[in-house]
């Protein structure tokens, strides 16, 4: 179950790949049609009409501590099952999205590659500094947190920080509340909002924007049967062709905003919904006791 948007742009990806030799170039030329919200039956979200800040938020990690969580779903996808109970270390992850204003700062000082493609439109409607960088690649993403001296998460770092130790469905709880999360249902922005902008959209650790605003990249290469093992501590295939994505955007509708949606794509594949977040591992011996009730 696949992010509509994302869907057709996995699609024609997969098609590219298998006829050109140089996809990379027919891939952003074909871009534009992927990357508008669908407006189909309904009206367009309007602007919000709020004032953004200059100042993007401070990077800020949260601790999650060691300990069990519900990972999958039953009721969702054939990726998402079975769901079991998964043992995982402690770590630290980024309270907030990497924010643009960061982002840029990292490519000023390295000289990486800017998140922008002459093809993309609205770009500056989706390059404000305290928005989450955007257009990034799997590439970007992991370059960027080495940068920061972290790493990209693990799929079950990313579920655990967002579902928390109840296994919750939405960040919030159980059942989809329209408005809590900057998706493609109605909610006052057109495209990412600044970090932390949805109260609701907040971790039972305080991880926010995890079941909205941008989708993000985790460390893993995707495998459909991942769930068929509960090992703890799980990273995924050592290879692969597709790279793990997780979480909704500002153009997710209906209820694919759950958060044991799992989604796919080539790692080099840049799109104005997908950014990231960082992690960290806690050294053995410093801030890794075992979570209460695990």
């Keep these: 179950m696949l992010d509509k948007r994302l869907k057709w742009a996995f699609f024609i990806t997969t ?51 060691a300990g069990e969580f519900l990972r999958g779903y039953d009721e969702g996808g054939f990726d998402e099952k079975p769901s079991s109970r998964i043992l995982l270390d402690a770590y630290w992850i980024d309270r907030y999205e990497v ?32 928005q989450p960088a955007v257009y990034v690649s799997w590439e970007d993403a992991d370059e960027y947190c080495r940068y920061r001296g972290a790493r990209l998460p693990t799929e079950a770092e990313w579920e655990k920080a967002a579902r928390g130790p109840q296994g ?25 909002s600044p970090g932390a902008s949805f109260p609701q959209d907040q971790s039972p650790y305080g991880v926010y924007d995890l079941a909205g605003n941008v989708m993000e990249w985790a460390s893993d290469w ?10 703890a501590n799980p990273e995924g295939p050592s290879s692969g062709t597709y790279k793990v994505i997780r979480g909704a955007s500002w153009g997710t509708i209906g209820k694919e905003t759950r958060l044991t949606v799992r989604l796919k794509m080539v790692p080099d594949f840049r799109d104005t919904t997908i950014g990231f977040r960082c992690a960290k591992s806690v050294q053995k011996g410093h801030n890794d006791g075992t979570e209460k009730g695990s």
């Design 168 to 192: 919750l469905l939405w960040p919030w709880g159980n059942q989809d509340k329209t408005g809590a999360a900057n998706t493609g249902n109605p909610d006052p922005f057109e495209f990412p």
């Design 99 to 130: 924010a643009y204003g960061a982002y840029m700062a990292f490519v000023e000082t390295t000289g990486h590659r800017k998140p922008i493609s002459r093809y993309v439109k609205n770009f500056d409607k989706l390059s404000v500094p305290t």
């Design 15 to 65: 098609l590219v790949l298998a006829v050109l030799p140089i996809a990379g170039i027919i891939l952003d030329f074909l871009k534009p049609s992927n990357i508008q919200v669908e407006q189909s039956g309904r009206e367009a979200k309007p602007t919000t009409s709020s004032a953004t800040p200059a100042v993007p938020l401070k990077e800020d990690m949260v601790l999650v501590p």
């Design 222 to 231: 995707y495998q459909e049967d991942a769930y068929a093992t509960s090992s």
